[in-house]
């Protein structure tokens, strides 16, 4: 490589570390300082935390319906979701929404993580490392095996789930009448990355699966501290404890709580993608119009 394409190359890189780092951009006097906050910016956010939730009387609750969603990550207003997928080239700064899940995981700083969305079956990370990775030994690494020798690391393919093969998040939340306040509101109780089978997943012919469940009231200290991009603005970076608590997503409802033990809607609406969307969409405006009939007499 000439030494003008070096140059080139340098200077994308040096504006893709600029336009994407999150703070002190401008007053950094080594680029090691991007994205660390300064002294005066720490003592301006010295309660840099989420904002806590309010407590809410149960008495209080006129009405409520637990609803489960699908966000479809090839949806476009999905994206802050879904991206980066590779943080090779822009750094370890910015992260998607599934390596946030997975760092706060095996940090320990993220420990409610369930097998389901009805939280009873608690897991670890030793528990959910089998959906998350395989490993598979080649036919000369069987060969080794069966003739008593030790298996070359080279002949061990492993393969790891990573952001680009989420395809999904499924999350269960709340919606209420406060007869206090007076509106309608709503609250996300989990959240799961869904992903085909990381056993079947180079095949072409694995159906999505959900990794785990995430409660996330405990998950909300580690969505703070990591920002979400959602335009072409970067001071307009936004957390994702922030982004999905606003809704600022776009999702589908595949369950409601109902008499038949919960059932989703492809149980009833079998082989017929357009009538489940009508049903999901039906289940929306009946949550949409209990708060507007509230104040018709």
């Known amino acids: 490589m000439s030494w003008?394409?070096?140059?080139?190359?340098?200077?994308?890189?040096?504006?893709?570390?600029?336009?994407?780092?999150?703070?002190?951009?401008?007053?950094?006097?080594?680029?090691?300082?991007?994205?660390?906050?300064?002294?005066?910016?720490?003592?301006?956010?010295?309660?840099?935390?989420?904002?806590?939730y309010g407590y809410v009387e149960e008495r209080d609750i006129l009405w409520s319906k637990v609803v489960w969603e699908i966000i479809d990550l090839d949806e476009r207003v999905n994206f802050p979701l879904y991206y980066p997928i590779d943080v090779n080239n822009i750094g370890s700064n910015r992260k998607s929404l599934y390596n946030v899940l997975i760092d706060g995981i095996k940090s320990g700083k993220i420990e409610k993580i369930y097998a389901d969305s009805y939280f009873n079956d608690e897991r670890s990370l030793k528990?959910?490392?089998?959906?998350?990775?395989?490993?598979?030994?080649?036919?000369?690494?069987?060969?080794?095996?069966?003739?008593?020798?030790?298996?070359?690391?080279?002949?061990?393919?492993?393969?790891?789930?990573?952001?680009?093969?989420?395809?999904?998040y499924h999350i269960r939340g709340m919606w209420y009448f406060d007869k206090r306040m007076a509106e309608l509101r709503y609250r996300i109780l989990g959240i799961a990355p869904v992903a085909p089978d990381v056993n079947f997943i180079d095949s072409g012919q694995s159906?999505?699966?959900?990794?785990f469940w995430v409660w996330f009231p405990d998950a909300r200290e580690v969505l703070n501290d990591n920002e979400a991009y959602t335009g072409g603005n970067n001071s307009d970076a936004v957390s994702f404890d922030h982004l999905l608590n606003s809704r600022r997503f776009n999702a589908t409802i595949y369950k409601e709580d109902n008499v038949y033990g919960n059932r989703e809607i492809d149980e009833y609406i079998a082989d017929n993608a357009f009538m489940e969307l009508l049903e999901a969409q039906r289940i929306k405006e009946q949550i949409r119009n209990f708060e507007l009939d509230m104040w018709n007499y």
Do not use: H, M
């Open 207 to 211: 159906d999505l699966v959900e990794l």
């Open 127 to 168: 528990d959910i490392e089998a959906t998350l990775s395989k490993v598979d030994t080649t036919n000369l690494g069987i060969e080794q095996y069966n003739a008593g020798e030790e298996v070359d690391a080279q002949f061990i393919d492993r393969r790891d789930l990573g952001a680009a093969d989420i395809a999904e």
């Open 4 to 52: 003008k394409g070096f140059l080139v190359n340098a200077l994308v890189l040096c504006f893709t570390i600029a336009s994407y780092g999150q703070a002190n951009i401008l007053n950094a006097k080594d680029p090691k300082d991007i994205g660390k906050k300064t002294e005066a910016q720490k003592q301006s956010n010295l309660s840099d935390k989420p904002l806590e």
